[in-house]
T-cell receptor, first 110, second 113 residues
Framework: SQQGEEDPQALSIQEGENATMNCSYK?????LQWYRQNSGRGLVHLIL?????REKHSGRLRVTLDTSKKSSSLLITASRAADTASYFC??????????FGAGTTVTVRA | EPEVTQTPSHQVTQMGQEVILRCVPISNHLYFYWYRQILGQKVEFLVSFYNNEISEKSEIFDDQFSVERPDGSNFTLKIRSTKLEDSAMYFC???????????FGSGTRLTVV
């Protein structure tokens, strides 16, 4: 299986702090995507990084990809209460279906 | 911004009943997908659909499941005889090209009682 697995499972931080979560996967990928899910709601696409990219930024988000280690990280800088959510990595291989990890639940305390 | 629309947002059905979950993908997208998330668990791939046929399906997608694109805009998931364990959030997604530009709908919460 090429499923992504996030680490840590849960993260609690103070507003204004940075949140870092990691994702590991098992097989070669075309790209890796990060999604956010507020409790009981839909999946919101955050960022996609292609297998030939090493780092990507979008607003307060920074994603890195290390294909040699089969791992990715998502950094949220200057966190806000609204960032409280579950974050999932999803890997895409040649067959275009996404394999999701179990997610990291982030709680940002005011 | 274009959206994937799913209806209904929440459906309650009795065990053994048939349900149809509906999705309107983004109009210029060519690939369509259904995913499922049982409460508290991972999002799981069910099926992908391209060029009017299933391109891949998971082991979850057994004979009680079917998908259809009955017209140029709708994409449906039918569960013929629902079981309690079918209770989950079902997400439809579409992409312009395979693997890129994925857009998910907001999901249908199916509760089987």
């Amino acid at each position: 299986s090429q499923q992504g697995e996030e680490d840590p499972q849960a993260l609690s931080i103070q507003e204004g702090e940075n949140a870092t979560m990691n994702c590991s996967y098992k097989t070669s990928i075309n790209n890796l995507q990060w999604y956010r899910q507020n409790s009981g709601r839909g999946l919101v696409h955050l960022i996609l990084i292609r297998s030939n990219e090493r780092e990507k930024h979008s607003g307060r988000l920074r994603v890195t990809l290390d294909t040699s280690k089969k791992s990715s990280s998502l950094l949220i800088t200057a966190s806000r209460a609204a960032d409280t959510a579950s974050y999932f990595c999803a890997t895409d291989a040649i067959d275009y279906k996404l394999s999701f990890g179990a997610g990291t639940t982030v709680t940002v305390r005011a | 911004e274009p959206e994937v629309t799913q209806t209904p947002s929440h459906q309650v059905t009795q065990m053994g009943q048939e349900v149809i979950l509906r999705c309107v993908p983004i109009s210029n997208h060519l690939y369509f997908y259904w995913y499922r998330q049982i409460l508290g668990q991972k999002v799981e791939f069910l099926v992908s659909f391209y060029n009017n046929e299933i391109s891949e399906k998971s082991e979850i997608f057994d004979d009680q499941f079917s998908v259809e694109r009955p017209d140029g805009s709708n994409f449906t998931l039918k569960i013929r005889s629902t079981k309690l364990e079918d209770s989950a959030m079902y997400f439809c997604a579409s992409s312009e090209t395979g693997g890129f530009g994925y857009t998910f709908g907001s999901g249908t919460r199916l509760t089987v009682v």
